[in-house]
């Protein structure tokens, strides 16, 4: 089943278009973003905070939300449970002025986030939004993270013209790897204490994603089933849904699986023209599948945004599929597409 976090959505693409006055407000911050240049009428303001433990990043995140609300704006805390609780007792008294999301739901995939956060922007159209964006903790599994990073890559481009400022925390025990890519992916970081433009952004601008990020998705393990197809997926969807079953995944769990990997092998047929390839295999916490075939994905933004379900041109698949699995990893090139979808399994 699909999370909804923020209730209906009306629209799909783009809900600021034409709102950015909206946006510049001159207010004090009270050091929260002084340093740093208003943002222009493109709205984005995508800022890395680099924290050294949880109470620096709760002081942090306290103070910006407690600016946005005396700016009236539309305020959005998204961060895992623990998080949360914390935060939640020291800013009681905005009351509903704020907006909470456990970020263990709503961003379990990062591929959904970008998709949230224009569902909450539909949702106040014509305010200013600011959003603390806690997707990334040490405890969070490398592959995780990394699929964080490229979501953050990604959301320059998704949401340039949004009335939009992201405070999005990283504490610096994090891997030195990841905090460079941080750096990379974010057009404002604050190294110590000070804001200030990040010498490493460029190409995340145009919606690029560092080659840290995408990197080719390690091999599959030696006992793998893997499967070929070309026309008729009933085979395969069974495939799928014996395995998931044999693996401990519940019912409606198995069936968005079965459904998710229908979606990318109908996608091979229809776009590539087949043959592709289904390999599946389980560790002790989860049931992984892949699909792969000799396509190439050239819109980087593919199923990161809602498609229009008016439009009847297709594109609803891959967001699907983004919205059903608790993590997706897509790699694509000229030479051929990869994407991997994870399922976790109850706990033993």
Not at 114 to 120: K, Y
Not at 297 to 310: E, V
């Amino acid at each position: 089943m699909m999370p909804s976090l923020f209730g209906q959505n009306r629209g799909v693409t783009c809900p600021w278009a034409g709102s950015a006055g909206a946006f510049d407000q001159r207010c004090d911050l009270g050091g929260v973003i002084r340093g740093v240049a208003e943002p222009g009428s493109s709205g984005l303001w995508h800022a890395a905070l680099f924290h050294r433990g949880a109470a620096e990043f709760e002081a942090q995140a306290c103070q910006f939300a407690e600016a946005a609300a005396s700016a009236g704006a539309a305020v959005l805390v998204t961060a895992p449970a623990s998080s949360l609780d914390r935060l939640r007792a020291r800013l009681d008294g905005l009351g509903d002025l704020v907006t909470w999301a456990d970020m263990a739901e709503l961003g379990a995939n990062p591929g959904r986030l970008i998709s949230a956060l224009t569902r909450f922007a539909d949702q106040h159209f014509g305010q200013a939004i600011w959003c603390v964006h806690q997707a990334a903790w040490p405890s969070r599994p490398d592959e995780e993270l990394w699929e964080v990073l490229r979501h953050e890559a990604l959301l320059n481009s998704a949401l340039s013209g949004a009335p939009l400022r992201m405070l999005c925390p990283y504490d610096t025990g994090l891997p030195a790897d990841l905090i460079s890519c941080a750096e990379a992916t974010h057009p404002v970081i604050a190294p110590a204490g000070r804001w200030q433009a990040s010498p490493r952004y460029g190409e995340a601008a145009r919606g690029i994603v560092p080659a840290a990020c995408d990197r080719p998705l390690p091999a599959p393990p030696a006992d793998a089933w893997v499967v070929s197809y070309t026309d008729d997926l009933r085979p395969l969807r069974s495939l799928v849904s014996l395995r998931a079953r044999a693996a401990g995944l519940p019912p409606h769990r198995a069936s968005d699986l079965v459904i998710a990997v229908g979606e990318l092998a109908a996608n091979t047929l229809a776009h590539v023209g087949g043959p592709g390839t289904l390999t599946t295999w389980t560790t002790g916490a989860e049931i992984v599948c892949e699909v792969g075939d000799g396509g190439h994905i050239t819109d980087p933004l593919a199923g990161q945004l809602r498609p229009d379900p008016t439009a009847g041109d297709g594109g609803r698949g891959l967001w699907l599929v983004h919205q059903m699995c608790d993590l997706v990893q897509v790699r694509t090139g000229p030479r051929g597409t990869t994407i991997r979808v994870h399922m976790r399994l109850p706990a033993r």
